[in-house]
Each structure stands twice: as C-alpha cells, then as structure tokens.
C-alpha cells in the first residue's frame, strides 16, 4: 500500500469517488427494494407474533449492524437486544428464552461463528430469521425465513471490504422497524417514552405547565394608564402585560402594541388606559397541553407568546416560544 502526496490528491477525484460510491449504494439500495418478497411479510409477523424478544446475532461487521438493528427496534417498540456469538457460544446462549425470536446475519451465510450456533439454536426451536446475501448457504437453509440482502459487487474496489452489503442490511433491518411501527400504531408519544432524554423526548413528554412563567405575572387592570402600564411590564421583563377584572382575563397589552400606540402620537396619548389599548379575548392555551402543540400553534398564528389558562380557564401563566 503506497502512502500518496496529500498534494497529489485533487478535490475533483474525491468528489467523483464520493458521487460514484453513493450512487452505487443507491442503485443497490432501489435493487433491493424490487427484490422484497413474501418472506419479508413473513418476518414481520415472526416477530408481531412472539411474545418475547427479538434478539440479533452477527458477526463482525454484521455484528456492528447487527446492535444498530436492535437499538432501533428496541427505540420503537420491539423488545431487542443484541447477542455476540462467540459469547453466545461460551454460555450466552442462556439469555435466550422460548418465547424470542432469532434474526441471524451472515452476508456469506457461512460466517464460522453461526455455524457453530445452529445445532443449539435449531435444538432450541425459537423462530429464526435470515439476513443473508447467499440465498444458496447453510444459513438461508437452517432459518424459518430468509431475506435476501445481496448485492452484485461491493463499493470497495478492490470487492472485499463490507460497504454496499452493510448498507443493505442496515436498510432491511430499518424496513423491518418501520413496517413493525406502522403495524404497532408507534405513535411520537410512544417514542419519546423510550428517548427521555433528548431533546425530542422532551419535548414530547413536557406539557406546558412545566414550562410558563407563572410567577409574578405582570397583570394590571383596564384602568390603568398607559404610563403605568408601561413600567408594570417593564417589571415584568416578558414583553407584555395581561388585563384582568380579579381572575377574569380581558385582554393583553404587547410591546409591539405599545410601539404602535407611540407611533400614533396622539395627544395624551401616555393617560390613555389599558381599555382603550389592550388586545381582547388573546389567544390562550391550557396548561396541560403538550409543549410541541403549543409550538405547533405559536408558528402557525406567527405570535410569540401566550397566555395560559387552567382547566376553570384561569390565567395560571405565560408561555414564550423560547421557554424549552
């Protein structure tokens, strides 16, 4: 292997090499999907029908995708883990349970390790399924289902490191996750229960109530002047008053109205009251509804605050579109 000049390297030749490996990948990728038959229907209702887990088992690279596929159908639904089998081979293999689902993956279906499992795994009797480029090899034979993941060369070009049959693969096992979600009905609310942590989970989780101003609202009443009203919402540093008679919410006074109202320059205009200024019936928002519906609703009436209410429709606080 030669070490070449970085200088000798022109942008052009690893763009065009760049172009040439996703368009093979793509080609591959539109090859498979013209090749999917009833045994991935099959798959599908293996693992609809168990009542366990579905535990994926590669080698290798096919290992490397193998935890991907797991973690994803696990993300979204399907009970999931990854099984390595050389560990499954010295005692692991006690993590499987009767009621599993197996999803062996072996591009050559011949990989030394899984061959070594079949006896065990075929004496267990847990349904299985194939992931395989060789429709023709001991693993497509010994498997109750076999989905076809091959490809006419690899993006290699020397035709030997694993880049287009890992990409069928990770393909096939993400088709396999979103025909299970869609049969599950996954719904974004289910997805965030699994993602708590991040930033979608969040967001799906959180209602709004946990995240309004609910302290030290700034609120006065319609006979405040305009004077006055300015330094309430001066204290209150959100950009708005609300106008209330006792719990009853009358309308809001924003600084976009209150720049408006200067531009006027109208004569005594500073004593005009919140009566005379203020916005009736503002939109509002209850507290428990879901932050991403309140976003949701922010962007589509272009506003950047609202006002929140409980379920007797008292006001209980504002929410900001930037209070995530």
Do not use: W
């Not at 013209?34 to 609809?48: C, G, H, T, Y």
């Not at 991040?198 to 305009?226: A, E, Y």
């Amino acid at each position: 292997m030669s070490d070449p000049s970085i200088s000798s390297i022109h942008d052009d030749t690893l763009i065009d090499s760049a172009k040439r490996t996703l368009s093979t990948q793509a080609q591959a990728l539109a090859n498979l999907a013209s090749r999917v038959n009833e045994e991935f229907p099959k798959a599908v209702r293996m693992i609809l029908a168990s009542k366990g887990r579905t535990i994926i088992c590669g080698m290798g690279k096919s290992g490397l995708i193998g935890k991907k596929i797991a973690a994803t159908l696990a993300s979204t639904g399907t009970p999931s883990f990854f099984l390595h089998p050389g560990e499954a081979f010295h005692g692991d293999l006690g993590m499987i349970q009767a009621e599993d689902t197996l999803i062996l993956i072996s591009y050559s279906g011949e990989t030394e390790e899984l061959m070594r499992l079949l006896p065990s795994l075929k004496g267990f009797g847990n349904p299985s399924i194939a992931l395989v480029g060789n429709m023709e090899s001991t693993l497509a034979k010994h498997c109750d289902c076999v989905l076809d993941i091959s490809v006419d060369r690899e993006t290699c070009p020397n035709n030997l490191a694993p880049t287009t049959s890992t990409t069928m693969t990770t393909a096939m096992g993400d088709a396999l996750a979103v025909a299970l979600m869609e049969c599950r009905d996954f719904q974004p609310q289910d997805f965030a229960r699994f993602h708590p942590g991040g930033s979608l989970g969040r967001k799906l989780l959180t209602r709004v109530k946990d995240l309004m101003h609910q302290n030290d609202l700034p609120v006065c009443t319609s006979n405040t002047t305009l004077k006055d009203a300015i330094s309430v919402m001066t204290h209150g540093r959100m950009g708005v008053v609300l106008i209330q008679d006792g719990d009853k919410l009358l309308g809001i006074f924003t600084d976009g109205d209150l720049r408006r109202a200067m531009l006027k320059e109208s004569e005594g205009m500073i004593h005009k009251t919140m009566a005379d200024l203020m916005t009736a019936n503002p939109k509002t928002i209850n507290e428990n509804v879901m932050i991403v519906q309140a976003e949701e609703q922010m962007l589509r009436d272009k506003i950047t605050l609202l006002v929140v209410v409980d379920d007797a429709k008292k006001v209980s606080g504002i929410l900001e579109i930037y209070d995530r």
